[in-house]
């Protein structure tokens, strides 16, 4: 608990310094943290210390920790398959990983069926890399446009990821790309979207996310070791 916790008071620390160095407020900045290889006792501490929202990759995990911690805001960040939309709509507080037009008539009809509304960003593939997924930049308006027809899915912004071997400084320009996406997109109007979040930036690189204009960071190692 108390590795945790000094651990937890650095990343805020670094937080704090890089909204500064951005322009922006730390309050305003949400810390995810990534609970996929963490057990269910240690993602209760970090509630414990003030941390409350929590991402999962998986579906099954999502469940089981969310039914263990249900005050927690629950985010889906892995990637998503419609056999398991059932699980997770009406259950998480937003999903980081809607990545094409299929799927995003997939989550509007079954958040139709259960009469609520899905919150989605929009993953955009900035580094190009053909092993990641995620809607190229060329096509982000085009899917955007679309979007007007989808009556209970809700847009609320972009995730990205820098490529696996980036390290702080090298994850910049990807970051700094989507953040000049969106600033270009907001001058239009699209129905049901609202681009108001900017999901990048993790435990190698997050520093450098929020000074790019980040202001939902997902963090796993640099917080649970």
Same mark, same amino acid.
């Given at each position: ?15 704090? /310094? ?36 929590? $991402? ?21 960040? $892995?990637?998503?398959?419609?056999? /398991?939309? +059932? ?21 509007? +009809?079954?958040?139709? !069926? ?13 580094? $190009? ?67 108001? !979040? ?21 963090? $796993? ?5």
């Amino acid at each position: 608990m108390e590795r945790l916790r000094q651990n937890f008071i650095t990343i805020q620390q670094k937080v704090e /310094k890089a909204a500064r160095k951005s322009g922006s407020r730390a309050e305003d900045i949400t810390l995810l943290a990534v609970t996929k290889t963490v057990d269910i006792e240690t993602t209760q501490q970090a509630y414990q210390l003030g941390i409350r929202d929590f $991402g999962e990759n998986r579906t099954r995990e999502l469940n089981r920790k969310q039914a263990a911690l249900p005050a927690g805001r629950w985010h889906m960040i $892995g990637r998503l398959q419609s056999n /398991k939309l +059932k699980d997770i709509i009406g259950r998480v507080h937003l999903i980081h990983s809607l990545d094409s037009w299929h799927m995003a008539e997939e989550i509007d +009809k079954r958040a139709r !069926y259960l009469e609520t509304e899905a919150a989605v960003l929009l993953q955009v593939n900035i580094s $190009g890399e053909e092993q990641k997924t995620g809607v190229e930049p060329a096509d982000v308006a085009t899917l955007l446009d679309s979007l007007g027809q989808l009556l209970s899915l809700r847009l609320y912004g972009f995730m990205t990821m820098a490529p696996l071997a980036s390290v702080g400084e090298e994850s910049r320009p990807v970051f700094a790309e989507l953040y000049n996406l969106r600033e270009k997109l907001k001058e239009q109007f699209f129905a049901n979207v609202e681009l108001k !979040y900017l999901s990048m930036g993790m435990s190698q690189d997050y520093e450098v996310a929020i000074e790019e204009g980040a202001n939902i960071v997902r963090i $796993g190692s640099a917080l649970f070791g």
